[in-house]
């Protein structure tokens, strides 16, 4: 008879992860049919047809084999190209490295960075992977909140009041999942100051860049001083040109970062997929028009999420990109775990609850712009019959 091996073997980063609310949420739609998905952060776009032609003829061309850790040359000084041209930050392709999408370049960096013990400072609320990842090199998690009466931007002075003495980096999502909250060039500056005065180092997650709202400006975190050498850009491909399936991401970094992090790059991965780094260098080229043309339907389909939860009585921050509306659903009278099961159940629409994005005040959920317009009509109008039942009750 073999013995059961016990869980207290596992290593404590592992034991600290907890299983997810979204997997109670999926369970629950399996028995389900008609579900209107407004929760994942998967564009409903395909990636647009050259893109897909050029890792096609990648593959094709014998584009099969290992690249140098650090991705295709060709590739990486476009990338080069494209953050001097589109964000003022003046890196040379030896000092980027193409990833297995954001996620990669963000755990790379943090475990470049981050030594046990060390305090890392997130805002709140926020794309939850980066608590695990800070929890993997052995960190700290200090949290600095964002509030809806700001739009969720981020503030310097809350950051200032989260310091001590073991606070070594800053990580700053700008647009944010899962809020769109966009931090204004003036408190970035204030935020790239502070930073300097405080000796941290900073990672500047821009994956949203691409995706501004109502004519709002995205800035760059590295062109503010000298931050620029403190500081690793991270972006990619997956959400402005609908590739999330593809993995392609890149990090930015000052020359004394890199060694170590194309170390821990060919640890992780050896490299990323060749063919798939020949559709990254296609959106460069010729994506924008895509680009301006998916962002145009994200931008209708917020006109009509924001007038349908003013309807509703329901509050929110107004996002200045990305792909959410974080509404405030505590007038309901129902918590936000409760009213996406809830909402799920009765009608069939999908939701994800602000506790999935490390934020506990559990009033908050998470909208997403991300099904066709007329299913997201159907979702909104179904979500409105909700509401009314669950307040008359």
């Not at 990636?47 to 990648?58: E, K, S, Y």
């Not at 204004?184 to 500047?204: F, K, M, N, T, Y």
């Not at 908050?364 to 019959?385: D, F, K, N, Q, V």
Request: hydrophobic share 40%.
């Amino acid at each position: 008879m073999t013995r059961a091996v016990p869980k207290s073997h596992l290593a404590a980063r592992a034991v600290s992860v907890k299983s997810s609310f979204r997997t109670r949420m999926l369970e629950l739609s399996a028995g389900l049919d008609g579900i209107i998905a407004l929760g994942r952060g998967d564009p409903d776009f395909d990636t647009p047809p050259d893109i897909v032609a050029a890792g096609a003829a990648a593959l094709a061309g014998g584009y099969t084999h290992y690249t140098a850790p650090p991705g295709l040359p060709e590739l990486r000084e476009a990338i080069s190209r494209k953050l001097k041209r589109d964000n003022g930050l003046d890196y040379p392709a030896s000092q980027i490295i193409v990833t297995n999408g954001v996620q990669e370049a963000l755990l790379i960096s943090i475990l470049a960075l981050v030594d046990p013990g060390d305090e890392v400072v997130l805002q709140a609320p926020r794309f939850n992977a980066f608590d695990y990842m800070v929890n993997l090199a052995g960190g700290r998690v200090v949290e600095v909140p964002t509030l809806e009466e700001d739009d969720f931007a981020l503030e310097a002075d809350a950051i200032r009041g989260a310091l001590t003495e073991r606070s070594k980096l800053l990580v700053i999502a700008n647009p944010n999942n899962p809020t769109g909250g966009l931090t204004p060039r003036g408190e970035l500056a204030r935020i790239a100051a502070l930073a300097e005065e405080h000796d941290l180092l900073v990672i500047s997650d821009e994956i949203y860049e691409k995706l501004i709202f109502g004519g709002r400006e995205h800035v760059s975190l590295g062109t503010f001083g000298n931050l620029l050498d403190r500081t690793v850009s991270v972006n990619g491909f997956s959400k402005a040109y609908a590739m999330t399936g593809w993995r392609i991401g890149y990090l930015a970094a000052p020359e004394w970062f890199m060694e170590p992090a194309v170390e821990i790059k060919h640890t992780l991965s050896i490299c990323t997929p060749p063919a798939l780094q020949r559709g990254a260098l296609a959106a460069l080229e010729r994506g924008d028009e895509a680009v301006a043309s998916m962002l145009a339907e994200y931008e209708r389909r917020l006109g009509l999420v924001l007038r349908s939860l003013d309807d509703m009585g329901i509050s929110y921050g107004r996002p200045g990109g990305g792909m959410y509306v974080y509404a405030n659903i505590s007038g309901t009278g129902l918590d936000a775990e409760t009213f996406c099961l809830e909402l799920l159940r009765q009608e069939q629409v999908m939701v994800f609850p602000g506790t999935m994005f490390a934020d506990p005040a559990n009033r908050h959920i998470r909208i997403t712009l991300l099904s066709p317009y007329a299913s997201m009509e159907e979702a909104l109008g179904r979500m409105r019959r909700f509401v009314e039942r669950t307040r008359q009750s």
